[in-house]
């Protein structure tokens, strides 16, 4: 049997089949609920955002006009919800299970090797913390999501070429932080 498209489950739910809706979510509901965790920082938030995604993207599927994809519109919610919370929270420690250096270093079975990328991580997820909240998210969308500068600019309503210039401001950043935060610790 042929998996239907997001396209043909929108018209499902919109004829009246809620159950059409079940599966977008279960198509969705891991990215969705890894995107806000990054921009949150823990489970409970992040799962609370995820459900209110998904609440969102129900009462408001009349009102999609399929300019984007439907993977798109969704990530535009989670994204939204999630920096309203971080607002209200003011919460910069929000990349608890960043994946940053496990892409370029492998995990060492050596526990000094270890500890050291652990460490590492540890830094980098301070230094992305500190971006100004539109490099912050540009950073963890272009980055850890793998998203394309197109996607990014459909989720976020920016420019492309914005979008570009803080990607760059934020690696620079954090290449800087990373830096700065390595000639600390063979000062002292």
């Known amino acids: ?11 499902d739910v919109r004829n009246g089949r809620r159950e059409a809706f079940t599966e977008l979510m279960r198509r969705h509901q891991v990215r969705v609920y890894w995107v806000s965790r990054r921009i949150v920082g823990n489970h409970e938030d992040a799962d609370d955002i995820a459900q209110e995604t998904f609440i969102k993207a129900y009462v408001g599927l009349g009102e999609f006009r399929g300019d984007s994809s439907f993977f798109t519109w969704l990530y535009r919610i989670a994204v939204n ?5 971080v607002r209200k929270r003011q919460v910069l420690n929000y990349l608890r299970d960043s994946s940053l250096l496990r892409k370029v270093l492998p ?4 526990p000094e090797k270890l500890m050291e990328t652990e460490e590492m991580l540890s830094r980098v997820e301070k230094a992305v913390a500190l971006l100004p909240e ?3 998210s540009v950073f963890i969308l ?4 793998e998203m394309t500068y197109d996607e990014i600019a459909q989720i976020l309503k920016t420019s492309v070429g914005g ?10 950043k954090v290449q800087q932080y990373l830096k700065d935060e ?6 002292t």
């Open 1 to 11: 049997m042929e998996q239907k498209s997001d396209q043909e489950l929108i018209q």
């Open 81 to 85: 919800l999630s920096l309203n919370a």
């Open 107 to 110: 995990l060492e079975d050596d």
């Open 134 to 136: 539109k490099q912050r």
């Open 142 to 145: 272009r980055y850890y999501e």
């Open 163 to 172: 979008l570009k210039a803080n990607y760059f401001h934020a690696l620079k």
């Open 182 to 187: 390595t000639t600390e610790s063979t000062d």
